[in-house]
T-cell receptor, first 114, second 118 residues
């Protein structure tokens, strides 16, 4: 099976712009989670989607949003970008999102905000 | 709140020697524990997990981890390190008591950089 794919892999934006990142889960996986990775804060949970519904949400401002489509593909959007949003954004998928399930990660999208 | 601590920022090991990467956790309920590895410019790769049962868990690439409830630890081990094991290792916990909340997903430690010298 193909793994989790994320597009684009690299992105450069300027402050104030918005950005949309895409994630395609492993075939058959219905849960998609998003994480932000920075050197200072480490890996932080953004949100999780299952069957097109947001099931969990981390402690991030409302500028961070996401959605999931009927084919389980997910997008996350960051509006009004700030310098501190520069990070590696990781997407992970699992079958149904159960607590004991393994989450499989994509390669990430590296976002640089100038 | 649940949390994970990886007390060592970096671990240095000679190739062929055993390695240990430490992880301790704090949760309210019974933890689900995971280890991931990250190579430069890559995403996280799953190594192993503890859900229930045998305290010694075997995973990918010869890694294993021991769940110790009394010490609230889940240390990652490998009997003989390889240079190719050099990477960033993350311990993560998930606590079913937090389902639906902001901590209802994986909570990661800060990571430990493993360096294996030839």
């Amino acid at each position: 099976k193909a793994g989790v794919t994320q597009t684009p892999r690299y992105l450069i934006k300027t402050r104030g712009q918005q950005v949309t990142l895409s994630c395609s889960p492993i075939s058959g996986h219905r849960s998609v989670s998003w994480y932000q990775q920075t050197p200072g804060q480490g890996l932080q949970f953004l949100f999780e989607y299952f069957s097109e519904t947001q099931r969990n949400k981390g402690n991030f401002p409302g500028r961070f949003s996401g959605r999931q489509f009927s084919n389980s593909r997910s997008e996350m959007n960051v509006s009004t970008l700030e310098l501190g949003d520069s990070a590696l954004y990781l997407c992970a998928s699992s079958l149904g999102g159960g607590f004991q399930e393994t989450q499989y990660f994509g390669p990430g999208t590296r976002l640089l905000v100038l | 709140a649940q949390s994970v601590a990886q007390p060592e920022d970096q671990v240095n090991v000679a190739e062929g020697n055993p390695l240990t990467v430490k992880c301790t956790y704090s949760v309210s309920g019974n933890p689900y524990l995971f280890w991931y590895v990250q190579y430069p410019n890559r995403g996280l790769q799953f190594l192993l997990k503890y859900i229930t049962g045998d305290n010694l868990v075997k995973g990918s690439y010869g890694f294993e981890a021991e769940f110790n409830k009394s010490q609230t630890s889940f240390h990652l081990k490998k009997p003989s390190a390889l240079v190719s094991d050099s990477a960033l290792y993350f311990c993560a916990v998930r606590d079913p008591l937090y389902y639906g909340g902001s901590q209802g997903n994986l909570i990661f430690g800060k990571g430990t950089k493993l360096s294996v010298k030839p």
